[in-house]
């Protein structure tokens, strides 16, 4: 395995905010501030802070209006940063699915991964 450069984390973090931003359907980024992976948590043996730094800047950075994002103080894998994104992607898919009715248009959460509309 090897860990990303901060310029390396800076593409990839640009890549994605470009998806993000394209995409047509209710949007959101969560940001681990403590921790993209297993490996790279306090004392872990990918930990980078800069390249975390120049991912979450190119996120911050190049993400559109219209994608909603937040930030904890958690890792990737702690469960209460993991219970926001549930909560949040029941909300997206709930609010898109009243849409849906409303509109009486399929709706891009039938999946279960809740990500049709992001392109790529």
């Excluded at 993209?36 to 120049?54: C, H, I, K, Q, Y």
């Excluded at 926001?84 to 009243?98: K, L, M, Q």
């Amino acid at each position: 395995m090897v860990r990303t450069t901060a310029a390396e984390a800076s593409a990839i973090g640009a890549d994605i905010a470009e998806k993000l931003t394209a995409a047509t359907g209710p949007t959101a980024l969560a940001l681990p501030l403590e921790g993209t992976s297993e490996l790279a948590v306090a004392d872990g043996p990918f930990r980078d802070p800069a390249a975390d730094a120049a991912l979450f800047e190119a996120l911050r950075d190049g993400i559109g209006d219209g994608v909603e994002w937040f930030e904890m103080a958690r890792h990737v894998n702690d469960p209460a940063f993991a219970r926001r994104i549930a909560r949040r992607s029941t909300d997206i898919c709930g609010r898109s699915e009243r849409d849906r009715r409303n509109a009486r248009l399929p709706t891009p959460c039938e999946s279960s991964s809740c990500d049709a509309s992001i392109p790529g």
